[in-house]
């Protein structure tokens, strides 16, 4: 019963695409390119401030702090995500199944779409990881009063999760 509901087959799919107007397949193709390069915006900008700031170690070759690791591979990681997103429609294969139903899909092939498959997977699986360490990062070091040479200890652990 609640098993066989769970499962979503193709006829359940395809009903997501079906009714919607020209208008609206554009809308749904166009709205992530948007938002996306919002994103882009302010990962750059992150990314930008915290490599060029004049003390920086990243500057330097050297190790920052905990935080600045993290919140810089944050930074990167939602970068490659919102790449990803950017492409939207344009990476789908023209012979699908749904092209009646998707505006702007007549550009990529299964290769395109498996590779942006994987930067948006890959992107958004890796900024998951370190909001995670980030926020034990802030637990350790607000809540259980650990010094930032404590946090440093724990630096390369933290930066494999």
């Not at 359940?12 to 554009?26: C, D, R, V, W």
């Not at 939602?78 to 344009?90: K, Q, R």
């Not at 139903?101 to 990881?129: E, R």
Request: proline share 4%; aromatic share 8%; glycine share 8%.
């Amino acid at each position: 019963g609640t098993i066989h509901s769970m499962v979503i087959n193709s006829t359940n799919i395809s009903s997501l695409f079906y009714g919607l107007n020209p208008g609206q397949q554009k809308t749904l193709a166009i709205v992530p390119k948007c938002t996306s390069v919002l994103s882009m915006i302010g990962s750059l900008y992150v990314i930008c401030n915290v490599l060029s700031r004049e003390n920086s170690p990243h500057r330097c070759g050297q190790n920052g702090s905990s935080y600045t690791n993290l919140l810089l591979g944050l930074s990167v990681a939602d970068l490659i995500a919102s790449i990803g997103i950017f492409l939207s429609t344009w990476p789908i294969p023209k012979d699908n199944i749904y092209s009646d139903y998707i505006w702007g899909d007549d550009w990529g092939n299964q290769t395109t779409c498996n590779a942006q498959g994987f930067i948006i997977q890959l992107g958004c699986l890796a900024s998951i990881m370190y909001t995670s360490s980030l926020s034990l990062h802030f637990l350790l070091g607000i809540r259980c009063k650990w010094l930032p040479s404590q946090l440093k200890k724990i630096d390369p652990i933290i930066q494999l999760a």
